[in-house]
């Protein structure tokens, strides 16, 4: 019986189109998405970024406290 082996593929094989494609495709989705919004693709960097702000001061201020575990 013969040995079943996966077929060598060199890695880097076929990739000099990918950077154009996955630009072209990341500029795309970004214009069906957020055409047409106010704030435009900003949206895509405020939303996260007020997400972390407000985790920040609820676990900053809010949940402040000395940790109950001795060292």
């Given amino acids: ?3 079943l ?3 060598r593929v060199p ?3 076929g990739t000099g189109h990918w950077p ?3 630009w072209t495709l990341v500029r ?3 214009k069906t998405r957020f055409h047409g919004t106010i704030g435009g693709f900003v949206w895509a960097l405020l939303k996260p970024l007020s997400m972390f ?3 920040l ?3 900053s201020f809010v949940f402040a406290g000395e940790p109950q ?3």
């Fill in 53 to 55: 702000v407000v985790l």
């Fill in 5 to 7: 082996t996966p077929a």
């Fill in 1 to 3: 019986m013969l040995p």
């Fill in 11 to 13: 890695a880097a094989a």
């Fill in 57 to 59: 001061a609820v676990f």
């Fill in 20 to 22: 154009d494609l996955i």
């Fill in 28 to 30: 795309t989705d970004f």
């Fill in 69 to 71: 575990y001795r060292l």
